[in-house]
T-cell receptor, first 115, second 114 residues
Framework: GAVVSQHPSWVICKSGTSVKIECRSL??????MFWYRQFPKQSLMLMAT?????????EQGVEKDKFLINHASLTLSTLTVTSAHPEDSSFYIC???????????FGPGTRLTVT | GENVEQHPSTLSVQEGDSAVIKCTYS??????FPWYKQELGKRPQLIID?????GEKKDQRIAVTLNKTAKHFSLHITETQPEDSAVYFC?????????????FGTGTRLQVTL
């Protein structure tokens, strides 16, 4: 149980275009989902927290107009990187949590390359 | 906000030896401390966690200790095997219900050599 999927697993896009990444909880309802970014050989950095049906809470330094997060249902959250630039190339990982539980369940990640 | 420091950044041990990774945290209100193992290009996997009401927890070859006074917690892996080679991250969180979020350490690259 507690499986989280992401789609796509990797994507290449051209500079200036937008790309959408989906995060789904497959066998549970996720009241809270998190989006992380991980650059090569670095740690996971939290970008934003989203609760179903409400606006996402972004971490300091993360541009909310560039990284659009939608958590429209209890099993789906999306991250859209708008006007992508090469410096946005990274590994994007989502996680999901049930209610106020301690544990987060991580998705397999999406590798974004912006050319 | 919370700040988590992790040492060492790299660790090489021989198969069968023990490995110890240490983390310190800054926020005395933090009360949940998970450890994750991440293989290259893969998702982080929870390997063990500890809550602040417990000083030590063990699961087979893996154990975690917590010193709340010193704000330290450590991961101990005994009888290391080549498949233990990966990057390990500690994290800390103050459980506040739905607002809880994890702050990760900088990671330790563990290499287990034959």
């Amino acid at each position: 149980g507690a499986v989280v999927s992401q789609h796509p697993s990797w994507v290449i896009c051209k500079s200036g275009t937008s790309v959408k990444i989906e995060c789904r909880s497959l066998d549970f309802q996720a009241t809270t989902m998190f989006w992380y970014r991980q650059f090569p050989k670095q740690s996971l950095m939290l970008m934003a927290t989203s609760n179903e049906g409400s606006k996402a809470t972004y971490e300091q330094g993360v541009e909310k107009d560039k990284f659009l997060i939608n958590h429209a249902s209890l099993t789906l959250s999306t991250l859209t990187v708008t006007s992508a630039h090469p410096e946005d190339s990274s590994f994007y990982i989502c996680s999901a949590r049930v209610g106020p539980a301690y544990e987060q369940y991580f998705g397999p990640g999406t590798r974004l390359t912006v050319t | 906000g919370e700040n988590v420091e992790q040492h060492p950044s790299t660790l090489s041990v021989q198969e069968g030896d023990s490995a110890v990774i240490k983390c310190t945290y800054s926020d005395s209100a933090s009360n949940y401390f998970p450890w994750y193992k991440q293989e290259l290009g893969k998702r982080p996997q929870l390997i063990i966690d500890i809550r602040s009401n417990v000083g030590e927890k063990k699961d087979q070859r893996i154990a975690v200790t917590l010193n709340k006074t010193a704000k330290h917690f450590s991961l101990h892996i005994t009888e290391t095997q080549p498949e233990d080679s990966a990057v390990y991250f500690c994290a800390a969180s103050q459980w506040t219900g739905t607002a809880s979020k994890l702050t990760f350490g900088t990671g330790t690259r563990l290499q287990v050599t034959l």
